[in-house]
């Protein structure tokens, strides 16, 4: 039976001890461990081996790494298990967040991916129930009988001398579109991974049911899905799918009886889009948020863009036309200082957009609350204060937990108050 290693993400390293990594797992923790095969110095967590064991040391991407022998979980810092990480995933894509309760308390906190996967199985099957998507395609095909359109210059080039047969052109309406390729790309993916017997045999059902209808999703970047009546059932299957997709890395050395993989969700990538949907949602109409919007004339040289500069969210009165710089930081702030880079950037970035009417060009650094941080009297940075242009930062915390248990209370009193502080 495998040992399991319980973490919190950005914590101390875990030390696993007389643990020897074989060939195999060697070449999965360095290829897990590389978010970006162009920028390989990034990574999800550093492993070492050491003559006594295995020391793993975690970075703000939280999941499970399973080796042969052992699994390692890595929590968030906010949550004891995966509780609040569902939950904010759930009010990110829109779901229900009773979704994923059912099975929590069957197979325990600790399994995400498990969870995941019923979650997305359970949307999988509602898509069945309600029926697939067509879609009309064009076939172009030597008949035998007419179908459809006769397509002459074909014709004359194939049937010349063959007077029974007609190349034809018709409309044929079929299941093999890319909104169900999809959901069967999902299902052979985590079908490779380890899962409880229950889980499995209702993923092999359902896969059953789908690869009967159409081909897998060929691509390696997932597509883009314009929902309308007759798709908008699929909406909540393809966005739990997204996530599976994305969190799970590597492939299984192993056979399918030992089998081990990783599967890991980035908290930096979570947590801005869970301060973007908070202020999409609850801040009055008069803003607009405005995430990730590429800034070209930030940085020039001989009059033309030299680089490109992305501030995480801007948000624009449209009454006033004034404009509030955020940036989503998931770092500990509340026990220690703002790295000097991040100063450097978000001060460029309000510089940049500063309007002529301000004195003091302002920025904001949105970042998690944790319980053990401490409280700060003071959240203010100043910058350049000495000089002709001066600026501010505010450091401003919020509690994930407390924010969510405000959302499934509908206490939208109580969230506008907190969300529209930010820009202020």
């Not at 509780?83 to 009773?98: D, K, R």
Request: with cysteine; aromatic share 12%; hydrophobic share 35%.
């Amino acid at each position: 039976m495998k040992q399991q290693f319980v973490v919190s993400e950005y914590s101390d390293d875990i030390f696993i001890p007389n643990y020897e990594l074989t060939q195999e797992e060697r070449l999965y923790l360095v290829k897990s461990s590389i978010i970006h095969e162009k920028r390989p110095w990034e990574k999800r967590f550093y492993f070492d081996e050491l003559k006594n064991g295995l020391r793993l040391q975690t970075q703000s991407w939280v999941g499970v790494i399973e080796l042969e022998k052992a699994r390692i979980v890595i929590q968030p810092k906010f949550n004891k298990g995966f509780t609040a990480l569902l939950e904010m995933i759930s009010f990110i894509e829109e779901l229900p967040f009773y979704q994923w309760q059912d099975t929590d308390g069957a197979i325990g906190k600790t399994d995400l991916l498990e969870i995941l996967v019923r979650v997305f199985l359970k949307e999988a099957e509602r898509v069945l129930k309600i029926g697939l998507v067509k879609e009309y395609i064009t076939e172009a095909e030597n008949l035998v009988n007419l179908r459809g359109r006769v397509e002459f210059r074909q014709n004359l080039k194939q049937n010349y001398n063959l007077p029974n047969k007609v190349y034809c052109e018709y409309d044929e309406l079929v299941t093999n579109i890319v909104d169900n390729q999809i959901l069967l790309s999902v299902l052979s993916k985590i079908s490779t991974y380890r899962l409880s017997t229950k889980t499995k045999q209702k993923l092999n059902m359902i896969r059953s049911q789908i690869e009967l209808l159409c081909d897998e999703y060929k691509d390696t970047v997932w597509p883009t899905f314009n929902y309308n009546r007759l798709n908008t059932h699929y909406e909540r299957a393809h966005k739990i799918g997204h996530h599976l997709w994305k969190g799970l890395s590597a492939t299984s050395f192993l056979d399918n009886q030992n089998s081990f993989y990783s599967f890991l969700i980035d908290m930096n990538d979570l947590f801005e889009k869970f301060v973007v949907k908070l202020l999409t949602k609850y801040l009055p109409p008069v803003f607009k948020v405005i995430p990730g919007k590429r800034i070209t004339n930030g940085i020039t040289m001989d009059g033309q863009s030299y680089r490109h500069i992305i501030p995480d969210i801007l948000v624009e009165n449209k009454t006033t036309n004034e404009i509030s710089i955020l940036d989503v930081k998931y770092k500990h702030y509340g026990k220690r200082r703002v790295d000097t880079s991040d100063v450097f950037q978000l001060a460029f970035y309000a510089q940049n957009k500063n309007s002529q009417s301000k004195d003091v060009y302002i920025s904001t650094i949105v970042y998690p609350s944790f319980a053990d941080d401490r409280l700060m009297d003071i959240n203010k940075i100043n910058l350049n204060i000495y000089s002709n242009y001066p600026g501010a930062m505010y450091l401003k915390p919020i509690s994930i937990e407390k924010i969510l248990e405000s959302i499934k209370c509908r206490d939208t009193k109580i969230l506008r108050e907190l969300i529209k502080s930010l820009i202020k």
